[in-house]
């Protein structure tokens, strides 16, 4: 086999088998930095040694080997400092103590939870968002920090001090390496699911930039849910998140033009949905309510998300039923978009002086003053009524407030559009 | 990106031997280590051909031959949908599978709407694609 064949693979075998591997190490050393400091030594060696010796009949396997090899001499070397530290009379705390457990047992404590441990790691709350997304993608999701700058329109040193920083923080902060237990678990599982799905939004409608979404993240983020239903496959909301990112990435396909435009959801074309994504979708969904979590907010967005996917066209959509799971959902997480969304299925449910019933009130709220959606949607329901010039000012107001190019056009375009209706 | 992996069929697979036990729990073992990766979107086996049939298409009607088919190697036997970051990780994950001495794989990338950007520039073909299977949808669920 030829290097560069063998350096391919290495790379695979890193994107498949590093997170399993960092987090095996983090249980041994407790603490996730220095673990993908040893797994990166691995890979280092691995490239080092391959391209003569041959791949390894079980390359996941050898990687932790070397890995764990050289967390045993990095313990070791640490615990020659501290008694070299007790002999010359320092105080050492006693929880340092806790730190390096018995090496051998530590090594040999088969437990599957690693991921779910580094997973709960990354997405620790002592962290900024930001450096939650970074990690995550980094760590379990087998990013380069250069991918990840990609992805977010952000220059790679910022990411890369920003993982270097989130590293440092939960080293400082000594933030153990574990799953939580409890009613701090609950709370915990919804920082996690919180941080995946903004990955996935990121992907499903880039904040800034001139593209409208960017799949790859999708991907990745969907990824992610998929392991984590894996890791935890009783946990409702899980289920619930990955449905909704599920159905979701199912319209990916039909949510831009030729030239890149977006379509509406009511405008796109149903046949390019992607029905198998549907089909997992609904699965997920069906899985979230027996475990009785039809009222999670997750849950909540995806059978919204499904009452679409089941209308075989925009007429079809069962706008009653969905403006009763909107209601649910401001109940379970009451917010000014959750309302706005409602208004959007009571108008069509009921007409749209209905819906600016609602969106009249939602006018005040502060919260909402800078977000384009409110005087797109107004500009909606005010068209459909036949007030034109109103509709054109909300219009213009919504294409004023958006940062994204593509959504711009659109909403020039309908304003544009009111005049010539005339 | 997604891949397809098709897995050829063989003499046993044609003749309707079913898998061992021991083969059957190392392929449910390596199934559950696709999904808990988040890698397998879907796959299946296939009944062999045959149960199956080929319809050919000539100058007049087509014709329908009915299985079984003579060139084992050349049939399908399942496939696997796999979602990867790249090729190679696509094929990392094959080797993995536990096949035993003389399985082919085949590993064959799926098109997203994206790759005919080059033969279709404006999206015309695509639109008018979808325009009409639109119009098919439609037109099945008035019946």
New interface residues.
Partial sequence: MIASDTHRTINAVWRIESPRLIAGLARIVRDVGLAEELAQDALVAALEQWPTSGIPDNPGAWLMGTAKHRAIDSLRRNKRIERKHEEIGHQIEAERELTVPDIEAAIDDDVGDDLLRLVFTSCHPVLSTEARVALTLRLLGGLTTEEIARAFLVPEPTVAQRIVRAKRTLAEAKVPFEVPRGPELAERVSSVLAVIYLIFNEGYSATAGDDWMRPGLCEDALRLGRILVGLMPDQPEVHGLVSLMEIQASRLGARVGPSGEPIRLLDQNRARWNHMLIRRGLGALARAEELGGANGAYALQAAIAAVHARAKTAEETDWARMAGLYAQLAQVTPSPVVELNRAVAVSMAFGPAEGLVIVDELMQEASLERYHLLPSVRGDFLEKLGRLDEARVEFERAAALTRNARERDLLLERAAATNRSK | MRFMVIVKANKDSEAGILPSAELLTAMGKYNEEL?????M??GEGLHPSAKGARIRFGAKEPTVIDGPFSEAKELVAGFW?F?V??R??A???IKRAPFGEGAELELRQVF??EDFAPVDP???L??NE??L??Q???GA?KK
């Fill in positions: 999904v808990k990766a988040g890698v979107l879907s949908l979602q970051k790249s190679d990780e094929i990392d994950w997203d709407a404006t999206g015309e695509r639109d979808a325009k299977r639109a098919l949808e439609s669920a």
